[in-house]
């Protein structure tokens, strides 16, 4: 990629770069456009290494140097401005001083994400970018093997999501899944046992339930404040709640799948580690 300074606005490869902050606009046309924010180096770096492929890059003057090297290998232009263009074109002033118009990649089909997976995250209808990147996070660290998101989800790779997820959702294998229950049918025929964290009559505690973890867990989470519909309530076999203290009822969403994502995969790791060999692999 080549530096290219600009003393205006005119050129129509810097659309990619507009009105990021208009949520409403981007959610759209980013999808429609085949593209995806990636803010900072890190996140930069991280996307290609996961083979993800820049069309643009736009730039602050400081950080040109060190961003050239990270793109060197692909085409395209590397936009050079003053900081109050850039401004005027994002909507925002550039602290992190690099974004990249990255090509978006088609998503895989649910049973090639889930195929050699032990442990997996369902977010049904979570809106809000900060925690769908919150939880891509938690996945990562604590060692999920992937992420299926509603088809009303917030997109996890719009730039706040990025963000907030450290560039994990590069990393972390993830795709949408449909509707209740074809949702639920599709990942119970690939052995996973549906575990739904939610608040209900039935739900037993997550200590409770960890003590004899099944081999594949797709843990689902709901969306803030109504939590999960009754839909996935329904199509769930096990239904889990966090034991909570000091009269409150629930943690946040992006809290909560860090906590039940830890002990399902502790419990899981124990139970099959310990497990003699001949029965590894047997629910």
Known sequence: MHAVRIDSLDDPRLDDFARLTDVALRRVSEVEGGLYIAESNTVIERAVRAGHVPRSVL?????????????????????????????????????????AAMQRPALPDVADVVRDAKLVVVLEDIVDHTNVGAVFRSVAGLGADAVLVSPRCADPLYRRSVRVSMGTVLQVPWTRIGE???????????????????????????????ADVPEKVALVMGTEGQGLTDAAVA?????????????????????????????????????????PAGRRGSA
């Open 59 to 99: 730039v602050q003057e400081k950080w040109l140097d060190s961003v050239l090297p990270l793109v060197a290998e692909h085409d395209g232009p590397v936009f050079v401005g003053p900081d109050a263009l850039l401004e005027d074109l994002t909507g925002f002033r550039m602290h992190r001083g690099a974004l």
């Open 180 to 210: 209740w229950p074809a949702a639920g049918e599709e990942l119970r025929a690939q052995g996973f046992h549906l575990a739904a964290m939610a608040l209900t009559d039935r739900s037993v505690d997550l200590d409770a339930f960890v």
């Open 235 to 275: 199509s769930a076999d096990t239904t889990v709640r966090i034991p909570m203290s000091h009269g409150v009822d629930s943690l946040n969403v992006a809290a909560a799948s860090a906590v039940g994502l830890w002990a399902v995969a502790h419990a899981q790791r124990s139970r099959w580690s310990a497990a």
